[in-house]
């Protein structure tokens, strides 16, 4: 079946400490996004890649890193220079940046104490 | 810059009835796309229906429907003959022509009952 994996589903770690969330994508998809949703809260784009090797910033990527070194992967690293990085990761993919629909996958809830 | 506002925090309607999901933007640009997800409990974000907004007729996905409303910058979710499974959230999202990225509502959370 085709579609995205956000691996794990759940995820705890100590403040101070860097963490790496998985996304993988066997839709053949270009265009790959990060999203970060907080309580009550709607999603907001962390960062997105169009093409391998390439991403750009979205509206809160203070404090995040990424990497696009193959098509079906995005990992998204959580620094600790992130103030806040208690939250729920959504992974998304579009066939390319003008694809109309974006496919999400499961999410990733991380907790930091 | 673009803006949704989905100004209901919560509904609730009876299983079989329709309901209507509000959602206003705010954009500068001619063209633009308007999309609605669903999320349930599980956290995954589910595609519901898309309305370009050159598009003459309203979109209609099986039981839910876009009420696009041009003049008025609204385009609500109408989710006709609800059932249980329709509990979750909804968010409204848009993007602009030449932006690959969505900006999100904050969510209406949609309960159905017996």
């Known amino acids: 079946d085709g579609g995205i994996t956000q691996s794990p589903k759940y995820l705890f770690r100590k403040e101070g400490q860097n963490v790496t969330l998985s996304c993988e994508q066997n839709?053949?998809?270009?265009?790959m996004y990060w999203y970060r949703q907080d309580p009550g809260q709607g999603l907001r784009l962390i960062y997105y890649?169009?093409?391998?090797?390439?991403?750009q910033k979205g509206d809160i990527a203070e404090g995040y890193s990424v990497s696009r070194e193959k098509k079906e992967s995005f990992p998204l690293t959580v620094t600790s220079a992130q103030k806040n990085p208690t939250a729920f990761y959504l992974c998304?993919?579009?066939?390319?940046?003008?694809?109309?629909?974006?496919?999400f996958g499961p999410g990733t809830r991380l907790t930091v104490t | 810059a673009q803006k949704i506002t989905q100004t209901q925090p919560g509904m609730f309607v009876q299983e079989k009835e329709a309901v209507t999901l509000d959602c206003t933007y705010d954009?500068?640009?001619?063209?633009?796309?308007l999309f609605w997800y669903k999320q349930p409990s599980s956290g995954e974000m589910i595609f519901l229906i898309y309305q370009g907004s050159y598009d003459e007729q309203n979109a209609t996905e099986g039981r839910y429907s876009l009420n696009f409303q041009k003049a008025r910058k609204s385009a609500n979710l109408v989710i006709s003959a609800s059932q249980l499974g329709d509990s979750a959230m909804y968010f409204c999202a848009m993007r602009n022509s030449g932006y690959s990225t969505l900006t999100f509502g904050k969510g209406t959370m949609l309960l159905v009952s017996p």
């Open positions: 839709l053949n998809h270009d265009a």
């Open positions: 954009t500068s640009d001619q063209s633009y796309g």
């Open positions: 998304a993919s579009s066939i390319d940046l003008e694809g109309r629909e974006q496919y």
């Open positions: 890649s169009q093409i391998v090797n390439d991403f």
